[in-house]
């Protein structure tokens, strides 16, 4: 599970706009469980220079308030990240655990 820290909301159109202003941006990718056919699944953390963390949530609103965004490897998570994540390419570890590296 992740761990609680200072960390504000950003939908898709949100990250929409960071890209259609040329606001530079991070993200990352944090394995918050697995599905129950054992699938791991992760959220997306957006990181901009001199703001909190910004976690992924769906545009949809429930009567609980704004739920994270959650995303199984294949196809979501290469889907969401060739689209909008920051262009460093995936590395998934052993214990699927993902890290980014630049391109070249």
Same mark, same amino acid.
């Given at each position: ?10 939908? @898709? ?8 202003? /040329?606001?530079?941006? =991070? ?5 918050? *469980?697995?599905?129950?056919?054992g699938k791991p699944r992760y959220q997306c953390i957006y990181l901009r220079e001199g703001?909190?963390?910004? @976690? ?8 609980? /308030?704004?739920?994270? =965004? ?5 196809? *979501? ?5 060739l689209e909008f994540g920051d262009g460093r390419d995936l590395r998934f570890g052993p ?10």
């Amino acid at each position: 599970m992740p761990i609680a820290r200072n960390q504000i909301l950003i939908t @898709i159109d949100g990250v929409k706009d960071l890209s259609e202003k /040329g606001i530079a941006f =991070r993200c990352r990718y944090e394995l918050v *469980g697995f599905t129950d056919d054992g699938k791991p699944r992760y959220q997306c953390i957006y990181l901009r220079e001199g703001e909190p963390e910004a @976690i992924l949530v769906s545009t949809r609103i429930t009567p609980h /308030g704004p739920e994270p =965004r959650y995303f199984n490897i294949w196809p *979501g998570l290469f889907k969401h990240h060739l689209e909008f994540g920051d262009g460093r390419d995936l590395r998934f570890g052993p214990d699927y655990k993902l890290t980014l590296e630049e391109r070249g």
